[in-house]
């Protein structure tokens, strides 16, 4: 069975305390790996796509790397507003352009 | 960027009455928006995909009569809770896809719908 699973559940840090985010994923092909960050009652705000093992993707604190089975989110010297939930999401290969998704990692950086 | 504007972000209802959720992409033409539903502790679960000038398509389980899904033009998709009760209640939120992919979604800013 197709699924997405995200680890730790949640993480407290302190302000400048690096960690990595994980996402595991069985699917019988990937066409595409997403990571989203959510605020308490918001949407969703796409952040990176991975289409293949090896990639990487930067943006501020955050670089999303991809390998066959997992992707990781490392945040470097995370600030306080930083603090959301990532989620994680992996896009099969043929036609069905569903997303599964995974739980989500709630992050909390202390200042 | 693209900005997907939803409204409102907070509706309380009576039991049996219904509910429309307006779901907007402001500055870009979406001919695709997907419906989804989020519970505490658990992962988005995608209810519907709404497509313009066609009818939606539901997912297992999700009844059509019940969530209804209007896409009458490129810039506007409605999802319409009929007869809502207490187990309705939760976060609807809609997107919209860039480019063909499917995967990567503006998101609106989501519905709390409350159900008493």
């Known amino acids: 069975e197709d699924q997405v699973t995200q680890s730790p559940e949640a993480l407290r840090l302190q302000e400048g305390e690096s960690s990595s985010l994980n996402c595991s994923y069985t699917v019988s092909g990937l066409r595409g790996l997403f990571w989203y960050r959510q605020d308490p009652g918001k949407g969703p705000e796409f952040l990176f796509t991975l289409y293949s093992a090896g990639e990487e993707k930067e943006k501020e604190r955050l670089k999303a790397t991809l390998t066959k089975k997992e992707s990781f989110l490392h945040i470097t010297a995370p600030k306080p507003e930083d603090s959301a939930t990532y989620l994680c999401?992996?896009?099969?290969?043929?036609?069905?352009?569903?997303?599964?998704w995974g739980l989500g990692t709630s992050l909390a950086v202390n200042p | 960027g693209a900005v997907v504007s939803q409204h409102p972000s907070r509706v309380i209802c009576k039991s049996g009455t219904s509910v429309k959720i307006e779901c907007r992409s402001l500055?870009?033409?979406?001919?695709?928006m997907f419906w989804y539903r989020q519970f505490p502790k658990q992962s988005l679960m995608l209810m519907a995909t709404?497509?313009?000038?066609?009818?939606?398509?539901?997912e297992q389980g999700v009844e059509k009569d019940k969530f209804l899904i209007n896409h009458a033009s490129l810039t506007l998709s409605t999802l319409t809770v009929t007869s809502a009760h207490p187990e309705d209640s939760s976060f609807y939120i809609c997107s919209a896809p860039v480019g063909t992919a499917h995967g990567e979604l503006f998101f609106g800013e989501g519905s709390r719908l409350t159900v008493l």
């Open positions: 999401a992996v896009q099969e290969a043929g036609n069905n352009r569903k997303l599964i």
């Open positions: 709404s497509n313009e000038g066609s009818k939606a398509t539901y």
């Open positions: 500055d870009f033409q979406a001919t695709t």
